[in-house]
């Protein structure tokens, strides 16, 4: 089984930037399609960007296009999520997940393991 630890949230201006990590416990991290999501308070769990396991596709949510970069260090079993022009409704506990899927990496439901999750606050 694939544990998940997220870090590098925090509280941050609008405008600004974080990169969240996620490192998994084992090496086999890189053999999984990797995702980041996120959940607002009384909100469903919103898909904020994707790899695929084959490393040759990434995949945005609209709100973030342009703005979020997913990346991967398989050396390090570690996915980024750098997030820049933060705006507050970014505001969140983002999530990473592993999936054995190659498609649909939109839907939480093609992932089987998730992490804890980290807060992101961004203040106006």
């Known amino acids: 089984q694939v544990q998940l630890v997220e870090s590098g949230g925090g509280l941050v201006q609008a405008g600004g930037s974080l990169r969240l990590s996620c490192t998994a416990s084992e090496g086999t991290f890189s053999r999984y399609s990797r995702g980041w999501f996120r959940q607002a308070p009384g909100k469903e769990r919103e898909f904020v960007a994707a790899?695929?396991?084959?490393?040759?596709?990434?995949y945005y949510g609209d709100s973030v296009k342009g703005r979020f970069t997913i990346s991967r260090d398989d050396a390090k079993n570690t996915l980024y999520l750098h997030v820049n022009s933060l705006k507050p409704e970014d505001t969140a506990v983002y999530y990473c997940a592993a999936s054995a899927s190659l498609v649909e990496l939109t839907t939480p439901a093609r992932y089987y393991y998730w992490g804890q999750g980290t807060q992101v606050t961004v203040s106006s």
């Open positions: 790899i695929d396991w084959i490393g040759s596709n990434t």
